[in-house]
């Protein structure tokens, strides 16, 4: 089944203990991104991935690593979580960066205590 | 900067009844408008995506609609199921290269049997 897989569903933690999000993709999909969605604000690009090795910034990267080493993974890596970072983040993806339907993750419940 | 809105916030109606919902974005350079479903607690689903170059998309009992010289989008939804309740997004892609979305705040419909 193609699919955007993301781990763990849910996760509460502390402030300043780092932590990775996975994300992965099974349809060779170019593009990737991560997103945070927040009650008044809506859906966020955190960051973006075009291929491999490839990563640019969104609208909220502050506090926000990516990785893009493999076409199929782009993890999220929280170096030193705070509470502002609670939220529900979602990975997306694309076949290419030019446009063209994103197909979206289940979500990463996060709580930074 | 790119802004979405979506009105109304939230919209409850009788099952069977045909509805429009609204996206209107500021920025008319845009590459094409996609419009998601979000179910509680899980991610967002492609429902139809406008290239800049349409007028309209139709999937079943939906159609989309687009107006780049008014900044506007509608979803029309035909006789409405209860299964149709869920949270509405649209979102803009900027018309340079990343595929980066800006998302509306999301109709919330509520569809009463």
């Known amino acids: 089944e193609a699919q955007v897989t993301q781990n763990p569903r849910y996760l509460i933690t502390v402030t300043g203990k780092k932590l990775t999000v996975t994300c992965s993709q099974n349809?060779?999909?170019?593009?990737m991104s991560w997103y945070r969605q927040d009650p008044g604000l809506g859906l966020r690009q955190i960051y973006y991935?075009?291929?491999?090795?490839?990563?640019d910034k969104g609208d909220v990267p502050e506090g926000y690593k990516v990785s893009r080493k493999e076409k199929r993974n782009f993890p999220l890596i929280l170096e030193s979580p705070s509470p502002n970072q609670t939220s529900l983040y979602f990975c997306?993806?694309?076949?290419?960066?030019?446009?063209?339907?994103?197909?979206f993750g289940p979500g990463t419940r996060l709580t930074v205590l | 900067k790119q802004e979405v809105t979506q009105i109304p916030a939230a919209l409850s109606v009788p099952e069977g009844e045909n509805l429009v919902l609204n996206c209107s974005f500021t920025?008319?350079?845009?590459?094409?408008l996609q419009w998601f479903r979000q179910d509680p607690g899980k991610g967002l689903t492609s429902l139809l995506l406008?290239?800049?170059?349409?007028r309209e998309q139709t999937s079943g009992r939906l159609n989309a609609s687009l107006d780049k010289s008014s900044g506007r989008s509608t979803l029309y939804i035909a006789a409405s199921q209860p299964g149709d309740s869920a949270t509405y997004l649209c979102?803009?892609?900027?018309?340079?290269?990343?595929?980066?979305?800006?998302f509306g705040g999301g109709t919330r419909l509520m569809v009463k049997p």
């Open positions: 997306a993806s694309s076949p290419s960066g030019k446009g063209g339907t994103q197909y």
């Open positions: 406008i290239q800049s170059s349409q």
């Open positions: 920025d008319s350079a845009i590459y094409n």
């Open positions: 349809m060779n999909h170019e593009y």
């Open positions: 979102a803009a892609k900027a018309g340079n290269a990343g595929n980066m979305l800006t």
């Open positions: 991935s075009m291929n491999v090795e490839v990563t």
